[in-house]
Protein backbone atom coordinates (compact mmCIF):
# COMPACT_ATOMS: atom_id res chain seq x y z
CA UNK A 1 0.00 0.00 0.00
CA UNK A 2 2.56 2.60 0.57
CA UNK A 3 5.46 3.13 -1.72
CA UNK A 4 8.85 5.28 -1.97
CA UNK A 5 9.90 7.99 -2.98
CA UNK A 6 6.57 10.31 -2.85
CA UNK A 7 6.15 9.11 -6.27
CA UNK A 8 2.88 8.44 -8.23
CA UNK A 9 -0.79 8.58 -9.46
CA UNK A 10 -4.13 5.94 -11.32
CA UNK A 11 -7.62 5.88 -12.32
CA UNK A 12 -10.17 3.20 -13.65
CA UNK A 13 -13.30 3.87 -15.73
CA UNK A 14 -17.14 2.93 -15.62
CA UNK A 15 -18.14 2.77 -11.72
CA UNK A 16 -14.65 0.75 -10.62
CA UNK A 17 -13.96 2.10 -7.06
CA UNK A 18 -17.53 3.45 -6.84
CA UNK A 19 -20.09 2.33 -4.53
CA UNK A 20 -23.33 2.64 -4.46
CA UNK A 21 -23.78 5.74 -6.73
CA UNK A 22 -22.37 7.37 -9.89
CA UNK A 23 -18.72 6.91 -10.64
CA UNK A 24 -16.25 8.64 -9.40
CA UNK A 25 -12.67 10.20 -10.33
CA UNK A 26 -9.51 9.54 -8.37
CA UNK A 27 -6.23 11.12 -8.26
CA UNK A 28 -3.28 9.65 -6.30
CA UNK A 29 -1.40 6.54 -5.62
CA UNK A 30 -2.23 3.19 -6.61
CA UNK A 31 -0.49 0.73 -4.64
CA UNK A 32 2.60 3.02 -3.65
CA UNK A 33 2.17 6.38 -3.98
CA UNK A 34 -0.99 8.95 -3.94
CA UNK A 35 -3.89 8.40 -6.47
CA UNK A 36 -6.35 10.64 -7.76
CA UNK A 37 -9.63 9.86 -9.48
CA UNK A 38 -12.86 10.98 -11.27
CA UNK A 39 -16.48 9.51 -10.74
CA UNK A 40 -15.79 7.26 -13.43
CA UNK A 41 -13.27 5.14 -11.33
CA UNK A 42 -10.39 6.55 -13.43
CA UNK A 43 -6.95 6.78 -11.53
CA UNK A 44 -4.09 8.90 -12.04
CA UNK A 45 -1.76 6.54 -10.17
CA UNK A 46 1.67 8.09 -8.44
CA UNK A 47 4.06 5.40 -7.80
CA UNK A 48 7.71 3.77 -9.24
CA UNK A 49 6.16 1.20 -10.99
CA UNK A 50 3.28 3.09 -12.44
CA UNK A 51 3.13 2.34 -15.87
CA UNK A 52 2.78 -1.19 -14.72
CA UNK A 53 -0.18 -0.49 -12.17
CA UNK A 54 -1.69 1.06 -15.17
CA UNK A 55 -1.48 -1.18 -17.92
CA UNK A 56 -2.91 -3.87 -14.62
CA UNK A 57 -5.93 -1.07 -14.80
CA UNK A 58 -6.77 -0.83 -18.44
CA UNK A 59 -6.04 -5.06 -18.82
CA UNK A 60 -9.00 -5.27 -16.53
CA UNK A 61 -11.03 -2.60 -19.03
CA UNK A 62 -10.27 0.48 -16.72
CA UNK A 63 -8.60 3.86 -17.57
CA UNK A 64 -5.30 5.17 -15.96
CA UNK A 65 -2.70 7.74 -16.92
CA UNK A 66 1.05 6.93 -14.80
CA UNK A 67 2.35 10.49 -13.06
CA UNK A 68 5.89 10.49 -12.09
CA UNK A 69 6.17 13.89 -10.43
CA UNK A 70 7.74 14.07 -6.73
CA UNK A 71 4.69 14.65 -4.32
CA UNK A 72 6.63 15.83 -1.84
CA UNK A 73 7.56 18.95 -3.18
CA UNK A 74 4.42 21.75 -4.60
CA UNK A 75 4.96 21.58 -8.09
CA UNK A 76 4.82 17.61 -8.01
CA UNK A 77 1.63 17.61 -5.89
CA UNK A 78 0.37 20.46 -8.36
CA UNK A 79 0.88 18.40 -11.06
CA UNK A 80 -0.78 15.25 -9.69
CA UNK A 81 -4.24 16.90 -9.26
CA UNK A 82 -3.71 19.24 -12.28
CA UNK A 83 -3.13 15.49 -14.23
CA UNK A 84 -6.37 14.44 -13.29
CA UNK A 85 -8.60 17.59 -13.96
CA UNK A 86 -6.83 17.55 -17.34
CA UNK A 87 -7.50 14.30 -18.44
CA UNK A 88 -10.70 13.68 -16.94
CA UNK A 89 -12.54 16.73 -16.70
CA UNK A 90 -12.38 16.82 -12.84
CA UNK A 91 -11.55 15.51 -9.78
CA UNK A 92 -13.36 13.47 -6.82
CA UNK A 93 -11.63 11.13 -5.20
CA UNK A 94 -7.52 11.62 -3.58
CA UNK A 95 -6.11 8.87 -1.94
CA UNK A 96 -2.17 9.63 -0.17
CA UNK A 97 -0.16 6.73 0.20
CA UNK A 98 3.25 7.88 -0.36
CA UNK A 99 6.17 6.49 2.02
CA UNK A 100 8.90 4.27 2.81
CA UNK A 101 10.93 3.78 5.50
CA UNK A 102 14.20 4.44 7.13
CA UNK A 103 14.13 2.98 11.03
CA UNK A 104 16.91 3.49 13.56
CA UNK A 105 16.45 2.99 17.59
CA UNK A 106 16.46 7.01 18.14
CA UNK A 107 19.81 7.55 19.55
CA UNK A 108 21.19 6.08 16.32
CA UNK A 109 18.53 7.92 14.27
CA UNK A 110 20.46 10.63 11.56
CA UNK A 111 18.82 13.99 11.29
CA UNK A 112 18.72 13.12 7.37
CA UNK A 113 16.64 9.75 8.08
CA UNK A 114 14.45 11.68 10.00
CA UNK A 115 13.66 14.76 7.72
CA UNK A 116 13.50 12.22 4.52
CA UNK A 117 10.46 9.86 6.70
CA UNK A 118 8.68 12.80 7.63
CA UNK A 119 9.04 14.63 4.07
CA UNK A 120 7.95 11.49 2.62
CA UNK A 121 5.63 10.51 4.67
CA UNK A 122 3.66 13.73 6.16
CA UNK A 123 4.45 16.49 3.25
CA UNK A 124 3.46 13.86 0.83
CA UNK A 125 0.36 13.39 2.22
CA UNK A 126 -0.39 17.74 3.24
CA UNK A 127 0.91 19.19 -0.71
CA UNK A 128 -1.66 16.38 -2.59
CA UNK A 129 -4.34 17.56 -0.23
CA UNK A 130 -3.40 21.04 -0.35
CA UNK A 131 -3.72 21.40 -3.97
CA UNK A 132 -7.13 18.99 -4.63
CA UNK A 133 -8.65 20.93 -1.79
CA UNK A 134 -7.92 24.65 -3.26
CA UNK A 135 -9.35 23.04 -6.36
CA UNK A 136 -12.22 21.84 -4.91
CA UNK A 137 -13.03 25.11 -2.92
CA UNK A 138 -12.73 26.91 -6.24
CA UNK A 139 -15.22 24.66 -7.50
CA UNK A 140 -17.03 25.48 -4.80
CA UNK A 141 -16.88 29.08 -4.67
CA UNK A 142 -17.86 28.89 -8.90
CA UNK A 143 -21.53 27.53 -7.46
CA UNK A 144 -20.37 23.13 -8.67
CA UNK A 145 -20.09 22.31 -4.91
CA UNK A 146 -18.22 18.86 -5.21
CA UNK A 147 -19.00 15.60 -3.34
CA UNK A 148 -15.19 14.77 -2.84
CA UNK A 149 -13.19 12.39 -0.93
CA UNK A 150 -9.63 12.30 0.54
CA UNK A 151 -8.45 8.98 2.41
CA UNK A 152 -5.41 9.65 3.83
CA UNK A 153 -2.58 6.57 5.26
CA UNK A 154 -1.81 6.07 8.73
CA UNK A 155 -0.57 3.11 10.53
CA UNK A 156 -0.54 1.06 13.58
CA UNK A 157 2.80 2.80 13.94
CA UNK A 158 1.03 6.25 14.06
CA UNK A 159 -1.57 4.75 16.45
CA UNK A 160 0.49 3.41 19.23
CA UNK A 161 4.40 3.97 18.46
CA UNK A 162 6.66 1.30 16.81
CA UNK A 163 10.07 0.53 18.78
CA UNK A 164 12.70 1.38 16.11
CA UNK A 165 10.61 3.70 14.51
CA UNK A 166 10.75 6.85 15.99
CA UNK A 167 10.35 9.03 12.75
CA UNK A 168 7.89 6.71 10.87
CA UNK A 169 5.98 6.99 14.00
CA UNK A 170 6.17 10.49 13.68
CA UNK A 171 4.66 11.28 10.15
CA UNK A 172 1.84 8.82 10.73
CA UNK A 173 0.42 10.22 14.47
CA UNK A 174 0.87 13.64 12.01
CA UNK A 175 -1.08 12.71 9.15
CA UNK A 176 -3.78 11.71 11.55
CA UNK A 177 -4.35 15.15 13.18
CA UNK A 178 -3.99 16.39 9.40
CA UNK A 179 -7.14 14.27 8.53
CA UNK A 180 -8.90 15.81 11.86
CA UNK A 181 -8.19 19.07 11.00
CA UNK A 182 -8.96 18.70 7.28
CA UNK A 183 -11.74 17.17 7.64
CA UNK A 184 -13.14 19.98 10.13
CA UNK A 185 -11.96 23.04 7.20
CA UNK A 186 -12.90 21.56 4.07
CA UNK A 187 -16.51 20.02 4.85
CA UNK A 188 -17.47 23.49 3.94
CA UNK A 189 -16.79 22.84 0.51
CA UNK A 190 -18.28 19.41 0.13
CA UNK A 191 -15.30 17.15 0.83
CA UNK A 192 -14.89 14.61 3.42
CA UNK A 193 -11.66 13.99 4.68
CA UNK A 194 -10.69 10.36 6.44
CA UNK A 195 -7.73 8.06 7.39
CA UNK A 196 -6.81 4.26 7.36
CA UNK A 197 -3.94 2.36 9.08
CA UNK A 198 -3.49 -0.54 7.65
CA UNK A 199 -1.64 -3.88 7.86
CA UNK A 200 -0.62 -5.55 4.87
CA UNK A 201 1.75 -6.17 2.78
CA UNK A 202 3.78 -4.19 0.80
CA UNK A 203 6.97 -3.47 -1.03
CA UNK A 204 7.95 -1.36 1.83
CA UNK A 205 6.11 -3.90 4.86
CA UNK A 206 7.74 -7.20 3.20
CA UNK A 207 11.10 -6.06 3.92
CA UNK A 208 10.83 -4.47 7.11
CA UNK A 209 8.73 -7.03 8.53
CA UNK A 210 9.09 -10.63 6.33
CA UNK A 211 8.43 -13.60 8.95
CA UNK A 212 4.96 -11.55 9.23
CA UNK A 213 4.26 -10.49 5.59
CA UNK A 214 5.01 -13.97 4.29
CA UNK A 215 2.08 -15.53 2.03
CA UNK A 216 0.84 -18.14 3.63
CA UNK A 217 0.84 -21.80 2.49
CA UNK A 218 -2.60 -22.31 2.20
CA UNK A 219 -6.05 -20.66 3.63
CA UNK A 220 -7.10 -16.90 4.41
CA UNK A 221 -3.63 -14.32 3.57
CA UNK A 222 -4.49 -11.86 6.17
CA UNK A 223 -1.50 -9.63 4.63
CA UNK A 224 -2.74 -9.10 1.09
CA UNK A 225 -3.31 -5.40 0.32
CA UNK A 226 -6.86 -6.90 -1.40
CA UNK A 227 -7.87 -6.85 2.15
CA UNK A 228 -7.20 -3.19 2.59
CA UNK A 229 -8.84 -1.97 -0.66
CA UNK A 230 -12.83 -2.70 -0.19
CA UNK A 231 -12.35 -0.22 2.41
CA UNK A 232 -10.58 2.27 0.58
CA UNK A 233 -13.12 2.29 -2.55
CA UNK A 234 -16.31 2.55 -0.18
CA UNK A 235 -14.16 5.87 1.31
CA UNK A 236 -13.44 7.22 -1.58
CA UNK A 237 -17.22 6.89 -2.90
CA UNK A 238 -20.74 8.63 -2.21
CA UNK A 239 -21.58 5.44 -0.33
CA UNK A 240 -19.60 6.78 2.31
CA UNK A 241 -22.03 10.11 2.50
CA UNK A 242 -21.57 11.96 6.06
CA UNK A 243 -18.11 9.98 6.89
CA UNK A 244 -15.78 12.44 7.69
CA UNK A 245 -12.88 12.90 10.20
CA UNK A 246 -12.48 9.23 10.82
CA UNK A 247 -9.53 6.64 11.41
CA UNK A 248 -10.03 3.17 10.16
CA UNK A 249 -7.80 0.59 11.47
CA UNK A 250 -7.87 -2.49 8.74
CA UNK A 251 -5.90 -5.78 8.71
CA UNK A 252 -6.98 -9.40 7.40
CA UNK A 253 -10.75 -9.86 7.17
CA UNK A 254 -11.16 -6.54 10.41
CA UNK A 255 -12.62 -3.67 10.56
CA UNK A 256 -11.88 -1.08 13.01
CA UNK A 257 -12.87 2.37 13.95
CA UNK A 258 -10.55 4.07 15.98
CA UNK A 259 -11.44 6.42 18.91
CA UNK A 260 -8.25 8.14 19.68
CA UNK A 261 -7.36 10.28 22.74
CA UNK A 262 -10.37 10.52 24.77
CA UNK A 263 -10.59 12.48 28.06
CA UNK A 264 -9.91 10.43 30.95
CA UNK A 265 -10.07 10.98 35.02
CA UNK A 266 -9.75 14.48 36.07
CA UNK A 267 -9.67 16.48 38.94
CA UNK A 268 -9.79 20.58 38.80
CA UNK A 269 -9.13 22.00 41.89
CA UNK A 270 -10.30 25.81 41.12
CA UNK A 271 -6.82 27.29 41.92
CA UNK A 272 -3.66 26.58 41.21
CA UNK A 273 -1.66 23.66 42.17
CA UNK A 274 1.44 22.91 43.88
CA UNK A 275 3.96 20.76 42.99
CA UNK A 276 3.65 18.96 46.11
CA UNK A 277 -0.05 18.16 45.58
CA UNK A 278 -0.14 17.42 41.78
CA UNK A 279 2.40 14.59 42.02
CA UNK A 280 -0.74 12.80 44.74
CA UNK A 281 -3.62 14.19 42.14
CA UNK A 282 -1.39 12.86 39.47
CA UNK A 283 -1.31 9.52 40.38
CA UNK A 284 -4.29 8.82 41.92
CA UNK A 285 -5.93 9.76 38.50
CA UNK A 286 -3.03 7.18 37.12
CA UNK A 287 -4.86 4.75 39.43
CA UNK A 288 -8.23 5.43 37.79
CA UNK A 289 -7.56 5.72 34.27
CA UNK A 290 -7.67 2.79 32.06
CA UNK A 291 -4.58 0.52 30.90
CA UNK A 292 -2.19 2.64 28.62
CA UNK A 293 -1.35 1.12 25.31
CA UNK A 294 1.63 -0.92 24.77
CA UNK A 295 3.86 0.76 22.01
CA UNK A 296 4.13 -2.15 18.81
CA UNK A 297 7.46 -4.47 19.97
CA UNK A 298 7.79 -2.97 23.39
Known sequence: MEGPGGQGAAEGPGGQGDVGGPARRPAGGGSAGPVAADSAGRQVVADHPAQQVVEEIRAAGGEAIAHGGDVATSAGAASLVAAAVETYGRLDTL???????RDRMLVNLDEDDWDAVVRVHLKGHFLPLKHAAAYWRAEAKAGRR???RVVNTSSGAGLSGSLGQVNYSAAKAGILALTLVAAAELGRYGV???AIA???????TERAFAETMAVPDAGFDAMAPENVSPLVVWLGSVGS???TGRVFEAEGGRITVMEGWRAGPSVDKGARWVPGEVGEAALKLLGEAG???VVYGA
Open 241 to 243: EGV
Open 198 to 204: PAARTRM
Open 146 to 148: PDA
Open 95 to 101: VNNAGFL
Open 192 to 194: QVN
Open 291 to 293: VQG
